[in-house]
């Protein structure tokens, strides 16, 4: 990636996902230890069969999309955020060595304190200044955040303070607004919502600028009042719905991330709310 987007920014967001997602299903490998055990398998094999299930265990959540992922992942484990910055920083270093010039950009996910922010910055730039020391070079690099919760919107001046950029992550800042599951929600009463006007759009495709966008704005104000150079953008669908494209313009944010097929449709709305301010 640093070779493709040489000379430029290349943002990359520390795990966010919870534990358990890159582990078997607990079911599943309970059936297959019980299985094991009925062949007559080796001691070895059924004892590493039934660690990994204990892993897997202590791994469960009730709400793990409200529960140890993110930053507060990164605090508990640190061995995990470190192994990242390690290898994006190697990386970086590898490609300067083949005449590339990587712009690095290390996002850190689900900030609701700034303590949170400011430990996750302190501990990635002790392994950065390793890894730039021991290899001999000197790489320029930005550490931010991910703006998806409203304690972070509305905490955003004191977030910034350890942030030299603010990604606002919409699909999850929409869910903790609402209180939607958003694989709940759309299949299951969002279009009844619709049909009754209680929603005028699916607010996970078109950005809910009444809430959703109050937060933000709020949040972008908050942060320029901390560093008025502070770099704004926003990650998720909304940076390929126009509407959304055109309020983002509004309050001044400075990109949009989209998926890959709606970057011809955001660089269209992105010159049309240009346009308009003219």
Request: aromatic share 6%; hydrophobic share 40%; with cysteine.
């Amino acid at each position: 990636i640093f070779k493709v987007m040489t000379g430029l920014p290349v943002i990359i967001r520390l795990l966010d996902p919870p534990l358990h997602e890159f582990l078997p299903d607990y079911v599943e490998t309970l059936l297959e230890l019980k299985k094991m055990r009925e062949e007559g398998l080796s001691e070895e094999e059924i004892k590493e069969k039934e660690e990994l299930l204990r892993a897997i265990r202590s791994m469960q959540e009730a709400n793990p999309m409200l529960g140890l992922r993110g930053c507060r992942l990164g605090i508990t484990r640190p061995d995990v955020y470190h192994m990242q910055v390690r290898a994006i920083i190697e990386a970086a270093c590898d490609v300067i060595d083949e005449g590339y010039e990587p712009v690095v950009e290390i996002m850190i996910p689900l900030v609701a304190d700034k303590m949170e922010l400011k430990i996750t910055r302190e501990e990635s730039e002790k392994i950065i200044k390793e890894v730039l020391e021991k290899r001999g070079k000197n790489i320029p690099y930005k550490i931010g955040t991910m703006i998806e919760l409203p304690r972070a919107a509305l905490t955003a001046d004191e977030i910034a303070k350890y942030a030299d950029f603010f990604s606002y992550g919409t699909n999850d800042l929409t869910q903790t607004t609402f209180g939607f599951s958003r694989d709940d929600a759309e299949p299951k009463f969002i279009p009844q919502y619709i049909e009754l006007k209680i929603l005028e759009k699916n607010p996970f495709e078109v950005m809910d600028i009444d809430g959703v966008g109050k937060l933000v704005e709020m949040s972008c104000k908050l942060a320029r009042q901390t560093k008025p150079d502070i770099e704004l953008g926003i990650c998720g669908e909304h940076g390929g719905d126009p509407k959304s494209i055109h309020f983002c313009h509004k309050v001044g944010l400075n990109y949009v991330s989209c998926s890959p097929f709606r970057v011809p449709i955001a660089r269209l709305a992105a010159a049309q709310a240009t346009i308009e301010d003219k």
